[in-house]
């Protein structure tokens, strides 16, 4: 977390940066809109100011679609996760392996997988790996996603 600032530059300028950001996706549409938003929260992220941070990945999952989705909404998610809202995660990382498409719908899967995990939910984890290699036999995280199955089944015995 930024507390000073970057070199020669305060945090309170490093901040109306972000703001700037904010006004120039109110500004504009499409893909300009979403990607002002979320750079503007890496750089809320970067100063500590967490509450602003969500206001703008917030703003970006709005329209967003594709990658730009799952970045906006997986960064809520992890921000979900920190701030210790760990239902909130999880329900976004499902709403996302859900509403994706391949390689997104992979990912989704394996980071709720990981989440599961992170929380000590490992029977759901084991689950949500298994139902990995089912749903997409042919993909290129499979020993991946059967290293981590393996390990929970380890942790079993």
Known sequence: ILETGIGDISKEDV?????????????????????????AAEIYRITGDTDRQRAALEQAAVEATGTLA?????????????NGNS???LERFKGLRDSSQGFLAQ????DLGLAQEH?????EAKQTYADFLMKWP???HNEVVQDRLNMLAGDDG
């Open 107 to 110: 990912q989704a899967a394996m």
């Open 138 to 140: 042919d993909s290129s």
């Open 119 to 123: 929380l000590g939910k490992k029977a």
């Open 70 to 82: 799952y970045a906006s909404v997986s960064a809520l998610a992890n921000l979900d996760l920190e």
């Open 15 to 39: 901040t109306k940066v972000a703001t700037t950001l904010e006004t120039i996706a109110a500004a504009n549409k499409g893909t300009a809109k979403i990607e002002a938003y979320l750079k």
């Open 87 to 89: 239902d909130a995660a």
